[in-house]
């Protein structure tokens, strides 16, 4: 438990924010979250600002979605262009590079782009980007659509709020990212891990070895264990923090910083045997404007590097991984 919680450190915002802890507060929490994207890309925020009571009802109306009859949820079953439920058909380990049976939960998704009109949602990229897809709001339970509006839009502020500590952490002005992330296309997803109904099929998981693609993950998740993150071939038990977020970041910053900072693979590992327990997670997969240029960072450029850098836009970052994983 010491190592894992190493590996995963906690650093609490409270000083970054408000002022509170002035120029030096938020310089020394930026160290630490670089220092944590330098060696695991995993990190714990307490005194994020998020109110408790939106988290609150944030699981409790997405728990009550999912506890529906399967016709009444299955009225918003994502299709062609629009997001909704979905049962897992494949892992998420095809994208790692790995093969195994559907992982073994359901999801829900929408996007902060996906209640704009359709003309709007399309001037952000072909039908292949996720971000693109309409919302499909349950009407049931009442609220649903209020609680998951407001609470992207927490998610939105704090994933500003996150990457202008990662400016500093990289040592840009703090600035940097703010015109590449004004319009970002981030989606909120519910990960639904239903009890077991049998033994898990060979090399079956909740959800399978992956990383995500993105540029910072904000994942909300209840105390049942499972999230695990792999270094050096071993997996380390992400530890609880009540009231905490896990921050991580995804392929697309790895590749910002040209590898400085590690985007890890992780997996969420099925319960004990004869154990019934559900669990449930929300991660908001935090991602930059459509088409903000995304070239790495000068000062993480190798000598060799310099004259054949390629740049993405994660229009394209997302449209080669689709490819890779779904083709
Ligand atoms: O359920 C979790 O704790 C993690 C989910 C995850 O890694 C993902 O949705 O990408
Ligand atoms: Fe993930």
Redesign the pocket.
């Known amino acids: 438990m010491g190592k894992d919680s190493e590996f995963v450190p906690v650093v609490d915002l409270s000083a970054a924010r408000n002022g509170s802890g002035g120029r030096r507060g938020r310089t020394s929490v930026a160290r630490e979250i670089g220092r944590a994207c330098e060696s695991s890309g995993f990190f714990t925020v307490v005194g994020h600002g998020i109110p408790a009571e939106l988290t609150g009802r944030m699981d409790a109306v997405t728990r009550e979605f999912f506890r529906l009859p399967a016709p009444r949820k299955e009225k918003v079953l994502c299709g062609p262009g629009k997001g909704g439920l979905r049962y897992a058909e494949g892992s998420?380990a095809r994208g790692a590079g790995g093969d195994a049976p559907p992982d073994l939960c359901e999801i829900y998704t929408a996007n902060v782009l996906g209640d704009l009109a359709p003309e709007r949602r399309a001037r952000c990229g072909g039908a292949d980007a996720p971000w693109t897809r309409a919302n499909d709001w349950p009407e049931e339970p009442a609220g649903f659509r209020d609680v998951w509006t407001a609470y992207m839009r927490a998610m939105g502020g704090l994933g500003g709020d996150l990457m202008r500590l990662f400016a500093l952490a990289l040592g840009l002005d703090e600035e940097f990212f703010d015109d590449k992330v004004d319009r970002h296309v981030s989606t909120l997803?519910a990960?639904h891990y239903f009890p077991p109904s049998g033994p898990p099929l060979p090399g079956q998981m909740r959800?399978g070895a992956?990383s995500?693609w993105g540029s910072l993950?904000i994942?909300l998740?209840d105390a049942v264990g499972?999230?695990q993150v792999r270094r050096d071939g071993e997996w380390h038990d992400v530890p609880h923090v009540p009231g905490g977020f896990v921050i991580n970041i995804g392929d697309l910053m790895a590749f910002w910083t040209n590898g400085h900072w590690v985007s890890t693979v992780?997996r969420?590992r099925n319960p004990a045997e004869g154990t019934t327990d559900s669990?449930l997670?929300l991660?908001f997969f935090f991602l930059p404007n459509h088409d903000t240029r995304i070239e790495p960072l000068p000062r993480f450029r190798k000598s060799g590097d310099r004259d054949r850098v390629t740049g993405t836009t994660p229009g394209e970052w997302f449209r080669a991984k689709m490819a890779a994983t779904y083709s």
Do not use: A, E, K, Q
């Open positions: 998420v997803v990960n959800m992956h995500d993950t994942l998740r499972g999230l992780h969420v669990r997670s991660p």
